[in-house]
Each structure stands twice: as C-alpha cells, then as structure tokens.
C-alpha cells in the first residue's frame, strides 16, 4: 500500500498548484489532504470519497480548493488557487476506511511522504 503526493514547488502569491495522490495497492474509502506548517500540527485541508461522491473541505479554504478525483483513476487531485504565503507548508495525503470524513489527522491510518509548497510574496 502505498500512497504517493506530488507537485508541489514554489509559486507566487494569488497563483495555483495542482498536487496529486497517487494510490496504490489498495482502494481507500476516503483519502483526504493535510498540511504541516513548520513548528504547527497537521491540518486537514480536504478529504474525498473513492467514489468521488462526497468531499469535505476546511472552512479557511472553501472557494480557492477544491479536490477531485477522475474516473477510475487511483490519483486524487488537490486544486490550489489564490495561494497565500501563509499556505506554505509541507502537503500529505492521507487515507482511511470507513465512512466518517474525520477532519482528525490521528484518523487515518495511511500517509504519504509529503510535498512541500512555498509561496512567495
């Protein structure tokens, strides 16, 4: 089982980032984001079903994110746009099985290795 996040880099305030998470081995029930600024817990970001039907999203971020998942791919798309230095901070995916969309990071039993966004102002 391996789950696999990547994009991430440098852009400018106001611009857009497409990270991807590539699963493999096994299907999840639910595979959400978090970020990690440095020195600061893990947050939740976003989170979506397999089947793509439900999604859950932080308050701090509705409008500018936005998750996806395509078909019958194994790759869950996190949408970045209006980037803000404060979103600097290394992104993970995460899965779980289940049914609840926790928003807790202690949750979700599988991660990635993250990827770091920076934002300049």
């Known amino acids: 089982v391996q789950l696999q996040a990547s994009g991430g880099g440098l852009v400018q305030t106001g611009g857009s980032m497409r990270l991807s998470c590539t699963v493999s081995?096994?299907?999840?029930?639910?595979v959400a984001w978090f970020c990690q600024a440095q020195g600061d817990a893990h947050a939740f970001v976003v989170a979506l079903t397999w089947n793509g039907r439900r999604r859950g999203i932080a308050d701090s971020v509705k409008g500018s994110f936005t998750v996806s998942r395509h078909g019958a791919e194994n790759k869950v798309w996190l949408q970045m746009n209006s980037l803000k230095p404060g979103h600097k901070a290394i992104h993970y995916c995460?899965?779980?099985?289940?049914?609840?969309?926790?928003?807790?990071?202690?949750?979700?039993?599988?991660w990635g290795k993250g990827t770091l966004v920076t934002v300049s102002s």
């Open positions: 995460a899965a779980r099985d289940g049914s609840i969309m926790d928003t807790n990071s202690d949750e979700y039993m599988y």
């Open positions: 081995g096994r299907a999840f029930s639910i």
